[in-house]
């Protein structure tokens, strides 16, 4: 399910693994993959409970922050450290846990080279540069 164009399929999804979780109900991995990431923002339990986030529109001119994107991306890091893909990205993650000496700390920090390669990516109608993202996770691990 976390492989659709459709967002409130998507946000649906969310809510169906957070309820499940709460409800203690057996979970396929990516189900607990999407609901231990829930679980760690509980500023955003209202928002993925609410259905009127199916449709909602986060602006961050706005000063507003997407719950979903922001959930989304660290699903997307845990994927990418689980396969080592980017290779090398495993290497890099535990240097930045080291760095921050917290791992969803860590994640969060790592989160803004993911979204800026994303956002690159899709601005210039291309596949992610890897190497690019990895030089943004291996300078940041540095400074």
């Known amino acids: 399910m976390l492989f659709t164009q459709d967002r409130e399929k998507l946000r649906s999804y969310f809510r169906e693994c957070w ?5 203690g109900a057996i979970q396929t991995p990516l189900e607990t993959l999407v609901a231990e990431v829930v679980a760690e923002h509980p500023e955003y339990h209202a ?14 001119e706005d000063g507003a922050t997407n719950p979903f994107l922001h959930m989304g991306l660290h699903i997307a890091l845990r994927e990418q450290l689980s396969s080592d893909r980017p290779a ?18 860590a ?21 992610p540069d890897e190497a690019a993202y990895l030089e943004c996770l291996r300078t940041l691990a540095r400074s």
Do not use: Y
């Open 19 to 23: 309820e499940a979780h709460v409800a």
């Open 88 to 105: 090398g990205i495993r290497a890099v993650a535990r240097q930045l846990i080291t760095k921050f000496k917290d791992g969803h700390a």
């Open 47 to 60: 928002a993925v409970l609410d259905e009127r986030s199916l449709e909602r529109e986060w602006h961050p």
């Open 107 to 127: 994640e969060h920090a790592a989160l803004d080279c993911l979204a800026e390669s994303l956002w690159l990516a899709q601005r210039n109608q291309a596949e």
